[in-house]
């Protein structure tokens, strides 16, 4: 009678054991892939910051040049504050919808802004001359370039995580432990994903 009650609790404990090794499993591969998901937006922030360090010396040189475009001018040191500020909200929690919203719409603004400075610029021969102006404008667009592998490398890992979150069973646990569906870092249309001409 106790051989019978024995069997039967070992293989109750090794079905238990089994689900609780597939959950601690399913667990830490969901953790793994949400980290990868930050480190790359970790890139993503470091090429941003770059980029809004670069844009001061930019207004800086061009403010010489460009006496009647104060107004320009302005909207592009109002669109880089803007969108340093929604970075340092998606920085804060990446991933997360509405920080991903606010950012790309601060970016969209952001290249809308220095796409107009950079159309304004081609009027003025002298500035598009000027030394360090053709120097900022390489390195900030060595920097866009750096950005959009940046958020590719990102988007991707966004994939695998929220593809792992919403597979079976995997999903279960990711359900039941709280794992948040990712947002992917992208532009709107075709237009707003293209960087900002910066030829000279």
Same mark, same amino acid.
């Given at each position: 009678m106790f051989s019978g009650i024995s069997g039967v609790l070992v293989v109750v404990g090794i079905v238990v054991l089994a689900v609780m090794g597939w959950i601690a499993m399913a667990y830490n591969g969901l953790v793994a892939l949400r980290n990868r998901f930050k480190t790359a937006f970790s890139q993503i922030d470091v090429q941003l910051k770059r980029r809004y360090d670069l844009i001061p010396n930019l207004i800086e040189t061009a403010k010489g040049y460009l006496n009647h475009e104060r107004q320009t001018l302005e +909207?592009? @040191?109002q669109a880089r504050n803007t969108a340093l500020s929604a &970075?340092?909200?998606a920085s804060a929690n990446p991933?997360?919808?509405s920080s991903m919203a606010g950012l790309a719409a601060a970016e969209t603004q952001l290249n809308g802004v220095l796409g107009r400075l950079f159309a304004v610029a081609e009027a003025y021969p002298d500035l598009k001359a000027n030394q360090n102006m053709m120097a900022l404008q390489q390195e900030l667009s060595t920097t866009e370039g750096l950005i959009a592998s940046a958020r590719q490398v990102f988007n991707n890992s @966004?994939?695998?995580?929220n593809t792992a979150r919403e597979s079976f069973p995997t999903n279960l646990v990711a359900n039941a432990m709280g794992f948040a569906? +990712?947002?992917l870092f992208?532009?709107?249309s075709e237009k707003e994903r293209e960087t900002p001409g @910066? &030829?000279?």
């Open positions: +909207a592009v @040191v &970075s340092r909200t991933g997360d919808p @966004v994939q695998q995580y569906p +990712a947002q992208e532009l709107g @910066v &030829s000279f």
